[in-house]
T-cell receptor
Framework: TQTVSQSDAHVTVFEGDSVELRCNYSYGGSIYLSWYIQHHGHGLQFLLKYYSGNPVVQGVNGFEAEFSKSDSSFHLRKASVHWSDSAVYFCAVSENYNQGKLIFGQGTKLSIKP | GPKVLQIPSHQIIDMGQMVTLNCDPVSNHLYFYWYKQILGQQMEFLVNFYNGKVMEKSKLFKDQFSVERPDGSYFTLKIQPTALEDSAVYFC?????????????FGSGTRLTVL
């Protein structure tokens, strides 16, 4: 059974700080890894995705994530956060043959202090 | 960017009643999905739908659940009858194709409360 774990339920940083949101997965097959963001009262928005190639993938608004097979991780990073980055971030896994069936992590709420 | 609209945003009904959740997917998308999120828990896949048929459903997609998209109108999730454990936020999503690399576009969710 594939699982996705986001160990931090809540992360708080100051505006301008860097941040890393952690995601670990458990799955042995060929998968896609992705990150979605959910602002309060809105639907999920796609940030970025990894399947193969360069393990560091760039997303929108300065976000990037790095895949590590040895650590079974796909952590999300941003070098300098803005107050508008306050949201809940979801890591997700999908199998390469499974159409649209995403397995989500529990989500990490990112709060930005001024 | 492309938007998926969900109507209504909130729905309160009595246990045993029928409810229909409506989703207006992105206009040129062909694959449609429902996900369920109980408060404080992970979002979980319910069902995907293409060309008028359910492609795959999870164990959460009980017999009381059904989906359809008649004549290209709303993509709907119907629960009949509802149970207390159906209280959750239901998210609709759509994608242009069904390949795994395709990005899903999500709606803002419908919060269903069953009393």
């Amino acid at each position: 059974t594939q699982t996705v774990s986001q160990s931090d339920a809540h992360v708080t940083v100051f505006e301008g700080d860097s941040v890393e949101l952690r995601c670990n997965y458990s799955y042995g097959g060929s998968i896609y890894l992705s990150w979605y963001i959910q602002h309060h009262g809105h639907g999920l928005q796609f940030l970025l995705k990894y399947y193969s190639g360069n393990p560091v993938v760039q997303g929108v608004n300065g976000f990037e994530a790095e895949f590590s097979k040895s650590d079974s991780s796909f952590h999300l990073r941003k070098a300098s956060v803005h107050w508008s980055d306050s949201a809940v971030y979801f890591c997700a896994v999908s199998e390469n043959y499974n159409q649209g069936k995403l397995i989500f992590g529990q989500g990490t709420k990112l709060s930005i202090k001024p | 960017g492309p938007k998926v609209l969900q109507i209504p945003s909130h729905q309160i009904i009595d246990m045993g009643q029928m409810v229909t959740l409506n989703c207006d997917p992105v206009s040129n998308h062909l694959y449609f999905y429902w996900y369920k999120q109980i408060l404080g828990q992970q979002m979980e896949f319910l069902v995907n739908f293409y060309n008028g048929k359910v492609m795959e459903k999870s164990k959460l997609f009980k017999d009381q659940f059904s989906v359809e998209r008649p004549d290209g109108s709303y993509f709907t999730l119907k629960i009949q009858p509802t149970a207390l454990e159906d209280s959750a936020v239901y998210f609709c999503a759509s994608s242009r194709t069904g390949i795994s690399a395709e990005t899903l576009y999500f709606g803002s969710g419908t919060r269903l409360t069953v009393l």
